[in-house]
């Protein structure tokens, strides 16, 4: 029998951060899935998480962890497949380092991926749009830091993890012109940031707090943003948005939908009946007021 812990802990400290290169993102997720992995399998065979053995971790056992996450935790189909993906990961590693588990990583990889539905993506209206990036308190350090997340999260159409995880030294802090993104899979892009966008991150960083945070962003205490803070602040001003313009109440708004929104408005800016060029809509902004 094999111990779990030591192969466990190099793939989430070494393999992941440092051979794969994941993000901080991912990493964190894995972690995640392996924490109520083993919390699961600790309770189902009556043993210490430091004692179970990669052994033990065989297809049945994967198989009633799953019905787990979607029966008692009431975790969605998509959930359920990002736990399935990191134990997957886990597995292919083990293929090369432990060979007596290759047909135990061959059913857990057997098992298959639940069907999704694709949910149709909602996005805002100029107006509404406007409400949101109006929404933050301007006179106030944190109303200048929430109106320029707001405004990169729509205008470059960051992600979340990207928008949180952004480095002073990602900004071109000399002519404010672009932001280098280390995105998904590490894929680098360099995006130019609209006039009215750098503005509103000039101003945060004339307003920011000095921090030993390498992070653009940081809440209160000073310390870098997380995500859960971001999607806080977008659900506040949402809030706020809604009093001027109601209908943005019921759009569910999510950092997602506000990438999206910046994907519509470019579409719409650039339709063939209609004639603005690319370039001219990506240096739109919404009315000022």
């Known amino acids: 029998m094999t ?3 030591p192969y466990l802990s190099s793939f989430l400290r070494e393999h992941l951060p440092k051979e794969r290169r994941s993000s901080q993102h991912t990493c964190e997720a894995y972690a995640q899935s392996f924490q109520l992995l083993l919390q699961f399998a600790a309770g ?3 043993l210490k998480p430091s004692k179970i053995e990669i052994e033990r971790l065989d297809a049945p056992l994967i198989l009633a962890f799953l019905e787990h996450l979607e029966k008692q935790r009431g975790n969605s189909a998509r959930t359920r497949n990002a736990r399935l993906a990191a134990i997957n990961s886990f597995f292919r590693y083990l293929e090369y380092r432990v060979p007596s588990s290759l047909d135990q990583s061959r059913r857990i990889h057997a098992i298959p991926m639940k069907k999704t539905d694709q949910a149709l993506v909602g996005y805002l209206t100029r107006d509404e749009l406007q409400a949101l990036l109006d929404a933050p308190d301007a006179s106030t350090p944190s109303g200048i830091r929430d109106r320029a997340m707001l405004h990169l999260a729509f205008a470059a159409g960051m992600r979340v993890s990207e928008l949180v995880g952004l480095r002073l030294d990602q900004i071109d802090r000399q002519t404010m ?7 998904r899979g ?3 892009r360099v995006l130019p940031l609209w006039k009215e966008t750098a503005a509103a991150v000039k101003a945060w960083l004339k307003a920011r707090p000095v921090s030993g945070a390498l992070e653009l962003f940081c809440n209160a205490r000073a310390q870098a943003m997380t995500r859960s803070g971001f999607e806080y602040i977008l659900s506040k001003h949402v809030a706020t948005a809604a009093r001027r313009a109601p209908s943005i109440a019921g759009k569910g708004v999510s950092p997602h939908v506000l990438r999206h929104t910046c994907a519509m408005h470019t579409l719409q ?9 690319l370039a001219m809509a990506r240096t739109r902004q919404p009315a000022k007021h």
């Open 269 to 277: 800016a650039t339709h063939p009946g209609r004639p603005e060029s």
């Open 44 to 46: 189902r065979l009556k």
């Open 177 to 183: 012109s672009s932001v280098h993104i280390m995105g």
């Open 186 to 188: 590490r894929r680098e």
């Open 3 to 5: 111990a779990l812990a």
